[in-house]
């Protein structure tokens, strides 16, 4: 009651008033408690933040500090190169953000381009899993002939047999190599392996030793190494050795030249043909192998390197010219 009616005091015309000055202070001071009370409190401001459990819906978020305030971007958008809020580096730290972004034609997009090229390096890794174990059946059959002196021509003939009997790697043409180089191509992947091994285990040996064959004490082999020297000084039989060297170089890489020969000694003399022998200075039989075989094969090799002298091998018409004055 006393506050009622110090407010109607108040709201008088100032002729009713008091002049005393108190009076006006203390009912100021009331109005003021009154008004306070009366007016509506302040709505605080929420401060929001980033939620580690949205990662769990959203899984192309990531949010980080940058400057001290938070940021969410988003690896799909990241990744295809796309420009907007969430490659910046959104601030608005809301759920519904997150759910507008992920629905917009350009996330989308983004998505549909990653889930793409997911696909792609699929196709792609699985093709060459299936090349390179194409491939490691092939050196696996280059590594049998190897040990088993097979002939490189022999090579298509064994991938071809492999083909017949359904052999899984080789039952589809493609990724199968037939050129006859590539046969020494992975001979010397081969050879390039197994001498890394070996440098590898002489490496991490803790001894080396070396082993010395008891054929370089033995009378043959010196004998042998005695007409190596005494041939140096007469130039004849270099330029000979030469030339045998020659014709057994120049059918090695060809196994058309090679079937052609075959068949010209099985028509001249109705025997098969002997094989052509590579001249080596530790073997001492070698060169006598060698001159029997450019021996037996002599009328055949003439006639043969004749043709390819005439096709315009000049390599043949050397060759011809050395062994023709039989």
Known sequence: MAKQATLKKYFLKPSRFNDNNDDESEIQSEVTEIADAVAPAEKKQKCRAFRPEW???????RCDIIDGEEKMFCSHCEKSGRKNGFTRGATNMR?????????????????????????????????NEMSNKKL??????????????????????????????KAPDFVLCEGIYRHSDSVDDMEKALEDV?????????????????????????????????GLDAAKAVDQVGAYKCTIASVYSFYKHSASRTNRLHQLTAALSNE?????K?????????????????????????????????????????????????
């Open 278 to 326: 590579q001249p080596c200075a530790v073997r001492w039989l070698s060169l006598h192998r060698a001159v029997e075989g450019i021996k037996r094969n002599w009328p055949a090799l003439v006639i043969e390197l004749n043709k390819e002298g005439v096709g315009g091998n000049a390599q043949a018409q050397g060759i011809l010219g050395q062994i023709k004055p039989y």
């Open 136 to 165: 490691c059946s092939q050196l696996q059959v280059v590594f049998h002939m190897a040990e088993n002196d097979i002939a490189c021509h022999q090579y298509v003939g064994l991938t071809d047999l492999l083909r017949a009997v």
């Open 194 to 226: 197994v001498v890394k091994q070996l440098d590898e285990k002489l490496k991490g040996s803790d001894f080396i030793g070396i082993i010395i064959d008891e054929t370089v004490h033995c009378g043959a082999h010196q004998a042998a190494l005695a």
């Open 272 to 276: 098969d043909m002997t094989s052509l």
């Open 95 to 127: 759920i519904s953000a997150l759910t507008e972004h992920s629905q917009c034609s350009d996330h989308v997009s983004a998505v549909n381009l990653t889930q793409q090229q997911t696909a792609m390096k699929g196709h792609s890794e699985k093709a």
């Open 55 to 61: 990662k769990s819906k959203f899984p192309w978020l």
